[in-house]
């Protein structure tokens, strides 16, 4: 195996490093002392510098290159206006590090944290603990006793910051970035979906387990499972590719091909060697949308590959490696799958440790609003035009989204299509009640299929309050019943059914309580959450 190369990265000591003349070579000097080890190569030196310091750098590698011929020094000037404040060094070496091309296959990377302002040596600590630097800290100390020469030693550091949760409490920015990075373009209110994607965070940097996405198609899987990809990657967990694959267009002998690969003459047309998606996905992320729709023979093969990160191509004997990490998605109940005997069981448990169930949109009414702000901008920026409703428009469009009548089907792919239209027609970037109206029209024309089947889904009044009470409802009370109660039935509990059928009025109360008011509206029935929900369920 090929030895990797040792790379330093450090500040230079505008103190320790800082001796002049002949005598510099009787003085401990750490930038210089660690390159002086008999029992390490360095081959490049990652020198940062703050300030006025560029004679003092030159110096310094111009006595690293007379020790270490073969060390490579590289000065960085990081541009930090007071080396005493943590908010800043942290952020400063935060940017050092999303800019820096790591390459872990083939460097090792050494954090000297002897130089340096203590602000400097703990932000280097932290960034090398939560792994933007992906790298071990380096400890250089001097000479024991006088006449001992000025190498000095050198210690590897193992980090454990469970002592010291208190100095790692204030650095919890690298988390909040993290959530923040997986939100952008997830625009959402809904505090179940922010608590979902707050633990999504926390599991895509801790563990490499499958994870399992369901949820409708629209939702939003595949755009969640590439956020998860490039989190992991600016946390250099992975540097491989992400290979994206919906499962529901594999067809025949081509699956096993198109997932696993083949070789050469494997079957009738295989005039050339492929090697497939798993093995595209060798140290990334690899996301099998619709993971239910696999053959039987590919799900056995998928769960040793899965397992032990090893595979068999079509036609090969001889076995393929590939590290990769699985997110798998599905619009379907992948237990009632397992339990008609369309999926296997324990392929089924291996990527079931980590699920989620992403909501649609209707089940997220108040997540309508925001996503439209983001994909206005995202527009704008595609197009180079800022596109915008005026308030009539804005408040009409609003008011149909939130409506019983507003089935978004397609869920996010629908809103998408539908402010990519709106915004398309817009003349001088302002959309109006008439591009509004005309929406609404080609909105319920595309869902007219689906009005149809939610129409079939009749609610019996009499089943709730009975046949009596039921006889004695004017039909406007029993209409509007009937579409609270067939709310209630989508609901998760009581807040949720609350936020949907209030979403608008809310927005203008300053202590909105959805609940309260949905919880006295069933009581004019006769009726309570605990039993619309037994009933409805």
Known sequence: MKKKKTVVIGFVGTKLDNYRGQSRWDKWRPSVAL????????????????????????????DIGAVSPDTQV??????????????????????????????????????????????????????????FFPGRLVQTSPPRSPGAGATGSYALIDLDLSRYDQIAQRFSREQIEGVAFLKSGIATRNADFNAMIDEIERVAIRSRAPMLLMGPTGAGKSFLARRVYELKRARHQVNGRFVELNCATLHGDGAASTLFGHVKGAFTGAATERPGLLKSAHKGLLFLDEIGE???????????????????????????????????????????????????????ARINLWTYALPSLRDRAED????????????????????????????????????????WSGN????????????????SGRITEAIVDDEVVRLLRLWRPYAGRERQEAIALEGFVGPEAASRLDLFDAVQLEAVIRVCRRSKNLSDAGRALYGVSREAKSKPNDADRLKKYLARFDLDWDQVAALAG
């Open 412 to 427: 996010f792919r629908d809103l998408w299509a539908s402010v990519t239209r709106m915004a398309t027609l817009a003349q």
């Open 368 to 407: 309508i609003e925001p996503n439209l702000d983001y994909l206005l901008a995202q527009f704008g920026e595609e197009n180079g035009q800022m596109v915008r409703f005026n308030r009539e428009a804005r408040a009409r469009f609003m008011h149909f989204a939130r409506s019983p009548d507003a089935l």
């Open 74 to 131: 590289v000065p960085h000037a990081v541009e930090i206006r007071d080396a005493w404040d943590f908010e800043e060094v942290y952020g400063a070496l935060f940017d050092f590090a999303k800019r820096y091309p790591f390459d872990p296959d083939n460097e090792d990377y050494w954090i000297h944290i002897t130089t340096g302002t203590h602000v400097v040596q703990i932000c280097m600590f932290l960034m090398t603990e939560a792994r």
């Open 35 to 62: 390159t002086q080890q008999a029992d390490i190569a360095v081959a490049r030196f990652e020198l940062l510098y703050n300030g006025h310091f560029d004679k003092l750098v030159d110096e310094l590698a111009a």
């Open 294 to 348: 696999l053959g039987a023979d590919e799900q056995a093969m998928l769960l040793k590959a899965v397992e032990d990160k090893r595979f068999l191509p079509v036609g090969s004997d001889n076995e393929v490696q590939s590290d990769f990490q699985l997110i798998a998605g599905t619009n379907r109940d992948l237990a009632d799958d397992v339990v008609a005997g369309r999926f296997r069981e324990d392929l089924y």
